[in-house]
């Protein structure tokens, strides 16, 4: 891949340096033959624009290296350009100029070069809708028609290669013309075939094929629009811009094909243009016929003016459907149009998901905008401008449903109308009402998985303060105690082999009482793993075990009211602040009594460890255990406050929950 990236860059550094000398001599022998300055601009464009071929065929190549498009346009974009560029400055006089007899004059490089570019643009101008946008060709079927391109193509070039090497003054025969002509229409069969499935393509074709389809085909009606521009400056400058536009609507098809709305430009550029050749026509028409017939200068333009007039509005409405059922697909049908929709959402990566499914229910109805809420009234996202929303004229045509999953509500959309009072027919308005529970479904599976996220932070965050609780358990209880352990087992060895027996018993008896606690410190850790208890007992009797697993000689009183149903995380939560609270008594407050009370009061859950112990100094700053127990309340929308003094600590654990007690 590295390989083929940096034969990509020095390609394209070629044809930039070749088409810089190329258009460096066609700006050169412009300005001697006096060429105005816009003008000589825009023939200086014509030499260069292979390299926009080149360009966009190179970043092609380099974002989609396994699409052949890519190198194609490459290619032929670098060896139209050396063609060019070597046309530029055999006209510039540098190879004795273009007459094959004066002297000076040897162009069999340039020959080679236009026998080439002859066959690749032929070739690219024949198989272009059969390998876009993928670089295959469709299907089997298209095998023969590109076949029969390329072998046109090379004729034609053969053909021409013969007639530049006869002699000049030599007439073209009747044969040589017939077959001419025979090759010209084996390359033009080839390529009408070609259009020709192209265009059942896109009739057939859906989302994204059918986008991308349409980026080649209002690009090429452009392209063939401009070449009537004339020979003017602006007729040249008009040529220009539609055979730069061409790759670059390739790229973008390929690359990015919901860019720009394609399908409205296409839509309207299609139905106006149409309308427009059809009045003009019409008009003529109408205007010479009832010139025969009639008498008097204006009548008859009055006369065909009216006919047009009445005719033209059901025209209209019928080209308008005619060019949607092209651009957009048959769309009356709510199962065609829902299908197209799930192509979409299907197809569409996860940080696309919202605008592909406005940019599909906006399709379907061709809708000036959409805007999708969440249940609780924010905007989850909105396509088309916001002041089609707005206004009475506006919000009469806007169509709004309420977004259900499962009889719960969980969201609204607003389908703007095309125009400011214009409302929805019926049969549009069922095409809305089938779309609306698909809508639904994705918007609630795009909550689900901002949810989702939400509770794997969550459960990373505990993960990650547990591991820390039983880290700093094991290093500040657990370990130390077992460490001793070890310590008295190598001094009753020792007391041992000195026959020492009565230091061996002592040892033994310490080691014994150390057991104890280090089993009691077992308990203790295992019943702060909390979720396990509070399954199989309840917050409750998990707080009781808890207190009761400490086996401390200090008495703890504990006290719990009647507590409502509660929500696993506040259980859970309020389990581990408070085992964290008695845990900490136990080990710094130095106490002779606690006492631990959990109730609900006023629609909140409070949990209050209180002790008699020495207190701490709060400018020391707070330890991991007391900023876990806050970071609990906060994410319950909750808080923890501690109070501490040399005559007590006590922790207040407070969460809302609703109800009264």
């Not at 560029?85 to 004066?102: K, M, N, R, V, Y």
Request: with cysteine; net charge neutral; glycine share 10%.
């Amino acid at each position: 891949m590295r390989v083929y990236r940096v034969v990509i860059v020095v390609v394209l550094l070629i044809a930039a340096l070749v088409a810089t000398v190329g258009g460096v001599a066609e700006w050169t022998r412009q300005q001697d033959l006096g060429t105005p300055t816009v003008r000589a601009l825009a023939f200086v464009g014509f030499t260069v624009v292979a390299l926009s071929w080149a360009m966009i065929g190179g970043v092609l190549s380099w974002l989609r290296p396994r699409n052949r498009l890519g190198a194609l346009m490459l290619g032929v974009g670098f060896i139209t350009q050396l063609s060019t560029t070597e046309e530029a400055l055999a006209q510039a006089g540098l190879f004795g100029g273009l007459d094959p007899a004066a002297p000076g004059t040897d162009r069999s490089v340039g020959m080679l070069l236009s026998l080439l570019v002859g066959f690749a643009l032929y070739v690219t101008i024949g198989l272009l809708p059969a390998l876009y946008p993928s670089g295959r060709l469709p299907a089997r079927s298209w095998r023969w028609p590109a076949a029969v391109v390329v072998l046109g193509a090379a004729l034609m070039q053969l053909q021409w290669l013969a007639a530049n090497l006869s002699a000049p003054v030599q007439s073209a025969s009747p044969a040589s013309e017939l077959l001419q002509a025979l090759t010209t229409a084996v390359f033009l069969l080839g390529v009408l075939a070609v259009w020709v499935l192209c265009i059942v393509r896109l009739a057939r074709s859906r989302y994204p094929e059918r986008q991308q389809l349409m980026w080649l085909f209002a690009s090429v009606v452009v392209v063939v629009i401009t070449l009537f521009a004339g020979e003017s400056t602006i007729g040249l400058w008009v040529q220009l811009a539609g055979l730069y536009l061409l790759p670059v609507a390739i790229g973008i098809g390929i690359v990015r094909y919901r860019l720009l709305g394609i399908e409205t430009v296409l839509r309207r550029g299609l139905v106006y243009g149409t309308l427009t050749a059809v009045i003009v026509a019409a008009y003529a028409g109408v205007s010479a016929l009832a010139g025969t017939q009639l008498t008097g200068a204006a009548f008859p333009a009055v006369i065909a003016a009216a006919l047009v007039a009445v005719g033209l509005n059901p025209l209209r409405i019928r080209l308008q459907n005619a060019v949607d059922r092209l651009v957009y697909g048959q769309r009356s049908d709510p199962a065609r149009a829902l299908s197209d929709l799930g192509h979409r959402v299907v197809g569409a990566a996860e940080g696309e998901l919202v605008a592909v499914l406005l940019g599909g229910v906006q399709n379907a109805v061709r809708s000036a905008g959409v805007r999708i809420h969440h249940g609780d009234g924010t905007l989850l996202g909105r396509l088309g401008d916001e002041a089609s929303f707005h206004g009475a004229d506006a919000q009469a045509s806007c169509f709004v449903a309420e977004l259900t999953v499962g009889g719960a509500v969980v969201g609204s959309l607003e389908v703007a109308g095309r125009r400011p009072g214009e409302r929805y027919s019926g049969q549009d308005e069922l095409l809305l009402r089938a779309i609306v529970p698909q809508v639904a479904v994705v918007v609630r599976a795009l909550q689900l998985t901002a949810e989702l996220e939400r509770e794997r932070e969550a459960v990373a965050a505990a993960t990650s303060q547990e591991r820390e609780r039983l880290r700093r358990d094991f290093h500040d209880g657990l370990g130390p105690s077992l460490t001793g352990v070890g310590l008295g087992l190598e001094a009753l060895s020792d007391a041992l082999e000195s026959g020492d027996r009565a230091t061996a018993g002592q040892i033994t008896t310490v080691l014994r009482q150390e057991m104890q606690s280090t089993v009691i410190e077992v308990r203790r850790i295992l019943a702060d793993l909390g979720p396990v208890v509070l399954a199989e007992q309840g917050l409750a009797a998990a707080i009781e075990r808890r207190v009761t697993a400490a086996a401390s000689p200090m008495p703890i009183e504990v006290r719990i009211l009647p507590l409502p149903p509660l929500p696993a995380e506040v259980e859970e939560a309020t389990y581990l602040v408070t085992a964290e609270a008695v845990n900490n008594v136990l080990k710094h407050a130095n106490a002779n009594r606690a006492s631990v009370e959990v109730g609900v009061y006023s629609g909140r859950l409070v949990a209050r460890v209180t002790d008699d112990g020495i207190g701490f100094q709060t400018d020391e700053g707070a330890g991991i255990g007391l900023e876990s127990m806050r970071t609990r309340a906060a994410a319950l929308g909750g808080e923890c406050e501690i109070t501490t003094a040399d005559t007590g600590t006590t922790v207040t654990f407070t969460i809302p929950i609703g109800g009264e007690s």
